[in-house]
């Protein structure tokens, strides 16, 4: 079964970290680009950052540049996205999905079924 895991949310103070992790079972995370993706109560979900195949490149969206990094590691088959510099407008339900290439935001080219997610909360 391919599956993606999402883990690593919580509760933060504004300018705190987090670090999510996305894990995958069932395949090769390096055969494929890796998007986060971010829904917030009652907003569409939209593209955080999007690391491409074998790790070549990266993009961000306008709101996280700068605060957000995504990396990957191989031996642990898994994606983090490193969250710095936490504003209460990044709370939402963080999801992770796999497609072909990096493109950020944008799910029609979504490989396999949306996850649980992993809540993140910044708030004082």
């Known amino acids: 079964q391919l599956q993606l895991v999402e883990s690593g949310g919580g509760l933060v103070q504004p300018g705190g970290s987090l670090r999510l992790s996305c894990t995958a079972s069932?395949?090769?995370?390096?055969?494929?680009?890796i998007d986060w993706f971010r829904q917030a109560p009652g907003k569409e979900r939209e593209g955080v950052s999007c690391?491409?195949?074998?790790?070549?490149?990266?993009n961000y969206a306008d709101s996280v540049k700068g605060r957000f990094t995504i990396s990957r590691d191989n031996a642990k088959n898994t994606v983090y996205l490193q969250m710095n510099s936490l504003r209460p407008e990044d709370t939402a339900t963080y999801y992770c999905?796999?497609?072909?290439?990096?493109?950020?935001?944008?799910?029609?080219?979504?490989?396999?079924?949306w996850g649980q997610g992993t809540q993140v909360t910044v708030s004082s």
């Open positions: 999905a796999r497609r072909l290439e990096c493109t950020l935001g944008g799910e029609a080219t979504i490989l396999g079924s």
């Open positions: 069932g395949f090769t995370l390096n055969y494929y680009a």
């Open positions: 690391l491409s195949r074998r790790g070549g490149s990266t």
